[in-house]
């Protein structure tokens, strides 16, 4: 069966600084996509950043980038120059065959 | 550009009762079509998807239906509702390229 780990329930980092959140995943699919989603309290589930499986490139997204482990099964997003709007639950999201599996999330908190 | 509607935004209602909560997807054909339920503080459970007008899957065993009358439209909804079926619902589209869209939620209270 497919899974993700989010082995970080929580974290908290000062205003400006870069934090890095895991993620890994099981699976025997070699074609699939992986995600990035935020949800603020507002609890819009926003989509942040996502990787092709294919792709050896990691995505950026501004201040938001990923390093993607194929092998490892490894896929870390780094948030740089962190704001306060930043605050939110970040899940990891892995994709195939029109399912979506779930990490259990990480929430990360900045400090002004 | 693609939009995706879900309503209402916050609903409450008495155990017994019947529920729909309604999705719209505007701006692409045949989009897939997803339920999700969230628990406080928890990641999203997947109820339903839809591949297709009347196609439904359904992931996990429980007191709730899903319907897909037509290309765009999905529907969520119950006979008769428990006190464990209050959450937050989320509605979703997908093109793997893109990722998922989600809706805005809804935000069910079972009294």
């Known amino acids: 069966a497919q899974t993700v780990t989010q082995s970080q329930p929580e974290m908290s980092v000062q205003e400006a600084e870069t934090v890095t959140l895991s993620c890994t995943y099981d699976t025997s699919e070699n074609n699939y996509y992986l995600f990035w989603y935020k949800q603020p309290p507002s609890r819009q589930m926003i989509l942040v950043i996502r990787?092709?499986?294919?792709k050896q490139q990691n995505a950026t997204e501004n201040r938001f980038s990923v390093n993607f482990q194929k092998a490892a099964k490894s896929f870390s997003l780094k948030i740089s120059d962190s704001q306060l709007g930043d605050t939110a639950m970040y899940f990891c999201?892995?994709?195939?065959?029109?399912?979506?599996?779930w990490g259990a999330g990480t929430k990360l908190i900045i400090k002004p | 550009s693609q939009t995706i509607h879900q309503w209402p935004a916050t609903l409450v209602q008495p155990v017994g009762s019947p529920l729909s909560l309604e999705c719209t997807v505007e701006g692409t054909s045949n989009p897939n079509l997803y339920w999700y339920r969230q628990a406080a503080g928890r990641g999203l459970q997947l109820l339903f998807y839809s591949v297709g007008i009347g196609q439904i899957s359904s992931e996990v065993p429980q007191n709730l239906s899903a319907s897909r009358p037509q290309d765009r439209q999905f529907i969520l909804s119950s006979k008769k509702l428990l006190l464990s079926d209050s959450g937050f619902y989320l509605c979703?589209?997908?093109?793997?390229?893109?990722?998922?869209?989600f809706g805005s939620g809804t935000r069910l209270t079972v009294v």
């Open positions: 979703a589209w997908s093109g793997p390229a893109y990722g998922y869209t």
């Open positions: 990787q092709e499986a294919y």
């Open positions: 999201a892995f994709y195939s065959n029109y399912q979506l599996i």
